[in-house]
């Protein structure tokens, strides 16, 4: 005797399947292996379907609502760290206004070092952190603000940061190398060099001064790419 077995499937009116993003919890967040001037492909993660935080939310000063935010952790390997999360611009992602927030510690015991959540005009928002430990487990959270949803790219580039920018000329921070480094924003005005109101310049505003002993004649190019840093 064949014994024929019947599966029915019922569907509930207004009921759907949600499936949260795999890493919609911080013990369950998404490791970034590569740290070295790597971005992801555009619009590889999102937030879409995330669930509010669960547990104690981290104190914070960047207005994040804990609301709809994924979790990643990253290991950098050198002492800091430049992130970038492109959400609406440019075909990266459909995310807009995302925020973002770094902390180490534990998924029990956050604690917060460094965020952003200035992304309104471009939806893109950047971070720059120093003073990390290499191999150290952090935590980037990102999450969008007014309860926005979508994708979008995450990029790191882990760098060795330079003194502190000085304004003016006699304090101007000597350059050993070539490497390239990364300054969050220029503000301040220091005291005014003559040497330069005296040029096309006219006016010493936001400077910063550098210096270095040249090893050999010849050519020098400097590459400038501004960062579009919002205080």
Not at 13 to 20: D, E, V, Y
Not at 65 to 72: A, D, G, I, P, Q
Request: glycine share 8%; charged share 10%; hydrophobic share 35%.
């Amino acid at each position: 005797m064949r014994i024929i077995y019947l599966v029915l499937l019922f569907v509930i009116p207004g009921a759907s399947l949600i499936a949260q993003p795999i890493n919609d919890e911080c013990t369950t967040a998404f490791h970034l292996p590569d740290t070295d001037n790597w971005c992801s492909n555009p619009g590889a993660y999102t937030n879409v379907n995330a669930t509010p935080f669960t547990g104690s939310a981290p104190v914070n000063n960047c207005f994040l609502s804990f609301k709809n935010e994924v979790w990643f952790t990253f290991r950098p390997e050198t002492p800091a760290i430049y992130i970038k999360v492109s959400g609406a611009v440019n075909g990266l992602g459909t995310l807009r206004n995302p925020s973002i927030a770094i902390f180490d510690g534990s998924c029990n015991n956050l604690n917060k070092i460094g965020c952003n959540s200035i992304s309104s005009i471009t939806n893109q928002v950047e971070l720059s952190l120093a003073d990390l430990v290499i191999g150290r487990v952090y935590y980037l959270l990102v999450e969008g603000q007014n309860l926005s949803t979508g994708t979008f790219q995450i990029c790191l580039n882990g760098f060795i940061p330079p003194p502190n920018p000085q304004s003016d000329c006699y304090k101007g921070v000597v350059l050993c190398d070539k490497s390239p480094f990364i300054i969050d924003t220029i503000l301040g005005i220091g005291i005014e060099d003559s040497g330069v109101t005296n040029t096309c310049i006219f006016q010493e505003l936001s400077s910063a001064w550098y210096k270095w002993t040249c090893e050999t004649s010849g050519t020098l190019t400097f590459t400038l790419t501004p960062n579009n840093y919002q205080a």
